[in-house]
């Protein structure tokens, strides 16, 4: 079987952390959430995954290269390089991606589609049975929410068929709280509805005439789900990684803790990690890789990316704070804030709830009001 990745979007809503690296290469548990996903779809049969890529396109060949987890990884460009005129600089959009992956994928057998910034425990395999067997053209995984707005939302018949599909709706028009998981199997009849070499929207111009049609069928099931799209949505798919995979907790080779370090789970330490003594780390901290953690200090519900600093009696929660960074002694960073690569907090600063620091910036006065340095 073969799988399409989405993985093209610009994660505008987690700048400036997307200004130097991939939405689906953030770390999540400290492995790549796209890793998450590559792992699961190989587990499942997949063979070949076509990734379906746009922004830093580079950033992901250099990291999977032609294979990972026993597949075939193929790179599906939305802009190709050689491209000679301006026009081609427009993104394909979801639907555009998949028309243009349509030689990679084939005709031969029905296949996979999954937006790149969700993490689930659904099972591939079965999903892709279920619409095997329907004999539809296109089927949709679903997941109920509570506030369904901020998605693609359906009606669904007793019979699985989705009748209509609107795309984020006013919270009072939406149909049901029946969502759009991101996640799709297709027949390859799919690229004779979808347009060629402009942006489409599979959300917008595919599934509401599909629905009306009567050509799509959608399937519940049973596990997690959450998707990526803002500062909070990463922080919660971290803590529900750790509650469902992680669960005791995970210290990685060469962490060096020294006495009275207190660890509360869940909880992960990667490799080569410091952590000096009094310091307090979890619950629901992601410590990547040569993280050094000075003493006193007091690390929750937040993700350290790899080769960071922090130093004595600094305290952070509710934060991101991405690689090789430094952050000074006594310094407090308050929840909902996120701090760029290779940044410089000095010590005694206070960072309030919601500030957001460039790459690179050096960052010496307290901030209490939420902003933006750059
Ligand atoms: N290659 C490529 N080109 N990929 C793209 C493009 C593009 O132009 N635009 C978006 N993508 C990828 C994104 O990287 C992401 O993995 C996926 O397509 C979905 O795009 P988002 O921008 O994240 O959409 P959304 O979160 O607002 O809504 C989508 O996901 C919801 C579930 O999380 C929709 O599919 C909703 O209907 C759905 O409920
Ligand atoms: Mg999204």
Known sequence: MKAVVLAGGYGTRLRPLTCTRPKMLFPIANMPLLDWTLKKLAKNKVTKTILAVNYMTDVFIKHYGEKAYGMQIAYSRDLDPDHKTLAGFQKLGTGGSIKKAEKLIGHEEPFLVLNGDILTNINYAEFMKKHETSGATAAIALHEVEDPSRYGVVELTNEDRIVQFVEKPALDEAPSNLINAGIYAFNPKIFDYIPEGRQVSIEHEIFPKFAEEGKLRGYTFQGYWTDIGKPSDYLKANRLLLDMEIKKGKLGKNAALESETEIQKPCIIGENVTIKSKSKIGPYAAIGDNVIIGKGALIENSIIFPHTV????????????????????????????????HAMIRDNVTLTQGVSVCPSKEVKESVLTPKCLM
């Open 310 to 341: 922090i130093s004595d009696f600094t305290s952070i929660k509710g934060t991101i704070i991405g690689e090789a960074s430094m952050i000074g002694s006594s310094v407090t960073i308050e929840s909902g804030c996120i701090i760029g690569d």
